[in-house]
């Protein structure tokens, strides 16, 4: 007997046809540290990638900065040196206690302000201080804290000496009643930004003995300002500063208690070793629901700011090339100003990142000059190298 086989078919060996690259997605990530790739792509892709570039290298490069703000506190002024403010603060909160006075968040027309007891004005608030504009006139009681202090300096002959003088460590302000308007260059104000501004602007006589660390307890507003002791010939740059806002601060928030409970409403005791410590916890607390709104303004005003600054330079960035390619020699002189404003959202994403990575290492004061910086050495590189007359055409 016969078999049939079925023949298999035969295996036929084929080369794999290798796939070109895709040099436009090269591009895109070339373009990052390549100025030539930037340069080509700019002018090749639509006005829309130049655009969303553009925008999206604007909001990177922002990113540390809308962390920071979001991260700041009310209470990180009192995460410093505190210049003996925090001794003053509890001693503040110990005068309430013993006169039995109270400053408490109300509700008066459908707005949270504070307002003070006869006590405080009367037993507590003993001194006073002379606020007007020309026109009109108040008096703003308020309460001071005065102590001791140790002074060294040299006599004719270089030798140390040694002084005890009396030094007002901190003033409470009270601007709870004053509901008169102050006119300062046009503009109206409060009883309570007023006074912050005036106590900023103290100037020769008026600034003798009334520069000091001081909390503005205002209708309205919250204000405070701590001072290094040995500065106080500056009222205009206090070592720490805050602001806030009544709106947000809860009603029946007493200062009072401030000795009495802690933030976490644990029962505090004056002869515990962070009693002082806890009272200034309190004040942090009341700070951090005060800065509420001022943080939410901030955060707005400083990202919009950078924003503006940021796009500025991206633009100016595409000037540059535009006026960097007009010489007669130039091989790239044929770049029209449209192209030229895309080659330059093209080279916004590598400062962008570095920005980005950076601005979380750096000090916070110096990230807004990180993109500053990295866009001008890669514009610096561009000119010089790219766009050079005698650099010949890829």
């Known amino acids: 007997m016969s078999r049939k086989f079925k023949e298999k078919p035969k295996k036929v060996k084929t080369e794999k046809v290798k796939r070109e690259p895709d040099m436009r997605k090269r ?45 700041t506190k009310g209470s990180d002024i009192f995460k410093g040196a505190l210049y003996h403010t925090d001794v003053a603060l509890t001693k503040f909160v110990e005068t309430l206690e013993e006169k039995d006075a109270d400053l408490t968040v109300v509700t008066e027309n459908d707005e ?78 409060t009883g309570d930004s007023f006074l912050a501004l005036k106590l900023l602007a103290l100037s020769e006589e008026d600034a003798v003995g009334n520069v000091t660390s001081h909390l503005i307890v205002g209708r309205k507003n919250l204000y405070t300002r701590i001072y290094n002791p040995t500065a106080i010939n500056k009222p205009g740059t206090p070592a720490l500063s805050y602001e806030g806002r009544t709106s947000s601060l809860p009603v029946g928030m007493n200062i009072r208690d401030f000795g009495k409970v802690s933030k976490d409403g644990i029962r505090l005791d004056a002869s515990d070793a962070d009693y002082t410590d806890k009272v200034v916890e309190n004040f942090g607390h009341m700070q951090d629901l005060g800065y509420k709104e001022v943080k939410v303004r901030t955060f707005w005003f400083q990202t919009g700011i950078y924003a503006v600054i940021f796009a500025i330079i991206g633009l100016v960035m595409g000037l540059i090339i535009f006026i960097s390619t007009r010489g007669k020699m130039n091989p790239n002189r044929d770049v029209k100003f449209g192209e030229a404003l895309k080659i330059g959202a093209w ?19 110096y990230f807004q000059m990180i993109f500053i910086m990295t866009l001008g050495m890669r514009s610096v590189w561009l000119t010089m190298r790219t766009l050079n007359p005698n650099t010949p055409r890829q």
């Open 27 to 71: 591009a895109y990530l070339a373009m990052l540290f390549n100025n030539r790739a930037a340069f080509d792509g700019g002018r090749r892709e639509p006005w829309w990638v130049a655009v969303l570039f553009f925008i999206a290298s604007i909001v990177i490069a922002l990113v540390p900065a809308m962390v920071q703000v979001g991260k």
């Open 112 to 189: 949270n302000i504070f307002k003070a007891s006869p006590e405080f004005i009367t037993m507590v608030a003993t001194n006073t201080f002379a606020l007007t504009d020309g026109a009109t006139n108040e008096v703003v009681p308020y309460y001071s804290f005065i102590q001791k202090r140790t002074i060294y300096t040299r006599g004719e002959n270089e030798e140390v000496i040694t002084q005890e003088v009396d030094f007002e460590y901190l003033r409470v302000y009270y601007t709870g009643d004053i509901q008169s308007s102050f006119l300062l260059d046009g503009k109206v104000y």
């Open 347 to 365: 080279l916004l994403p590598a400062p962008a990142l570095i920005t980005l990575v950076l601005g979380f290492i750096l000090p916070a004061q």
